[in-house]
């Protein structure tokens, strides 16, 4: 007589398991392994090259910065490329890294509570049993750890790309351009969760953080253009994100503490969506 064995999945590791949310977590982690690690090799490329072309354009970039206009240098969030670190926010840290980092918090944060929900593998997970609120901190915890593992890819190809080209920059500030970068995956990560648990639709998550992504950059890009909306761009995560030049400058506590704080806010506002909605998977 034979025997059929089938793969263990997370509800039947979930049922198993002593800890259920950690099973949920690790599983969670290890499904988007292979879009963590096509980002962290991107972001290490991308570290390898800022650093390669540096000493081959420095002298150029010495010569034209002054000619720039405001509003080009305005819009790359006052980058000086006639520096290192201004060479590196202008080339890597002002678009290429956040975006980057934040499209890993959004796909993960999609795939938690909407994807289980539209795949009908959420109802089989909820009666492992699974508490509602454990099964999303599960999730919450596994984008958290997809968003600082991509961020500090980030910070390992900038480590790689000041060896090749002989940067010279400090690793307090790379460490805290990497604290950044990961802050604000943190926050649009946290957007989609609450999204994703209010609604159950992983297409809604996806369009409504990737909107809030690319209209708050616009605001903290364009509004210091005019003198009299240059005050606005504080309404943006963007500017506490790199307002502070934290690859010249290091950390800045008080802006890192207002974007997390804000994550924070958000998560709540979704576990209580999520405790009082009608689910359907």
Same mark, same amino acid.
């Given at each position: 007589?034979?025997?059929?064995?089938?793969?263990?999945?997370?509800?039947?590791?979930?049922?198993?398991? #002593?800890?259920?949310?950690?099973?949920?977590?690790? $599983?969670?982690?290890? *499904? %988007?392994?292979? &879009?963590?690690?096509?980002?962290? !090799?991107?972001?290490?490329?991308?570290? &390898?090259? /800022?650093?390669?072309?540096?000493?081959?354009? %420095? *002298?150029?970039?010495?010569?034209?910065?002054?000619?720039?206009?405001?509003?080009?240098?305005?819009?790359? !969030?006052?980058?000086?490329?006639?520096?290192?670190?201004?060479?590196?926010?202008?080339?890597?840290?002002?678009? /290429? !890294?956040?975006?980057? =980092?934040?499209?890993?918090?959004?796909?993960?944060?999609? %795939?938690?509570?909407?994807?289980?929900?539209?795949?009908?593998?959420?109802?089989?997970? @909820?009666?492992?049993? =699974?508490?509602?609120?454990?099964?999303?901190?599960? %999730?919450?915890?596994?984008?958290?750890?997809?968003?600082?593992?991509?961020?500090?890819?980030?910070?390992?190809?900038?480590?790689?790309?000041?060896?090749?080209?002989?940067?010279?920059?400090? /690793?307090?500030?790379?460490?805290?351009?990497? &604290?950044?970068?990961?802050?604000?995956? @943190?926050?649009?990560?946290?957007? +989609?969760?609450? /999204?994703?648990?209010?609604?159950?639709?992983?297409?809604?998550?996806?369009?409504?953080?990737? #909107? &809030?992504?690319?209209?708050?950059?616009?605001?903290?890009?364009?509004?210091? @253009?005019?003198?009299?909306?240059?005050?606005?761009?504080?309404?943006?995560?963007?500017?506490? $994100?790199?307002?502070?030049?934290?690859?010249?400058?290091?950390?800045?506590?008080?802006?890192?503490?207002?974007?997390?704080?804000? +994550?924070?806010?958000?998560?709540?506002? #979704?576990?209580?969506?999520?405790?009082?909605?009608?689910?359907?998977?």
């Amino acid at each position: 007589m034979s025997t059929t064995r089938t793969a263990p999945t997370p509800a039947t590791r979930a049922g198993a398991a #002593g800890n259920p949310g950690i099973v949920i977590a690790s $599983y969670a982690v290890r *499904d %988007k392994l292979a &879009l963590l690690g096509t980002v962290s !090799a991107a972001m290490l490329g991308m570290g &390898l090259l /800022v650093g390669a072309l540096w000493p081959s354009l %420095k *002298d150029t970039f010495a010569d034209i910065q002054d000619s720039l206009p405001d509003a080009f240098v305005t819009v790359l !969030a006052g980058a000086d490329m006639s520096t290192p670190s201004g060479w590196a926010n202008a080339e890597m840290l002002s678009m /290429v !890294a956040p975006a980057a =980092v934040i499209a890993v918090a959004v796909i993960s944060a999609a %795939k938690s509570v909407a994807g289980e929900e539209e795949s009908k593998t959420l109802g089989v997970l @909820l009666a492992a049993p =699974v508490p509602r609120s454990a099964f999303l901190w599960a %999730k919450v915890a596994a984008t958290a750890v997809h968003v600082v593992l991509a961020s500090v890819a980030v910070g390992v190809g900038l480590l790689l790309g000041d060896l090749v080209g002989d940067m010279g920059l400090d /690793v307090a500030g790379i460490v805290g351009a990497s &604290l950044h970068v990961a802050a604000l995956g @943190l926050l649009f990560g946290a957007v +989609a969760l609450a /999204v994703s648990a209010w609604s159950g639709s992983a297409r809604l998550t996806t369009a409504v953080a990737a #909107g &809030l992504g690319g209209l708050s950059f616009a605001l903290a890009s364009f509004l210091p @253009l005019s003198d009299s909306l240059t005050e606005g761009a504080r309404t943006s995560p963007w500017y506490y $994100y790199n307002s502070s030049d934290p690859l010249a400058n290091g950390a800045e506590p008080v802006h890192l503490l207002v974007l997390v704080a804000l +994550a924070s806010l958000v998560l709540v506002g #979704g576990q209580r969506g999520f405790a009082r909605r009608d689910l359907r998977g």
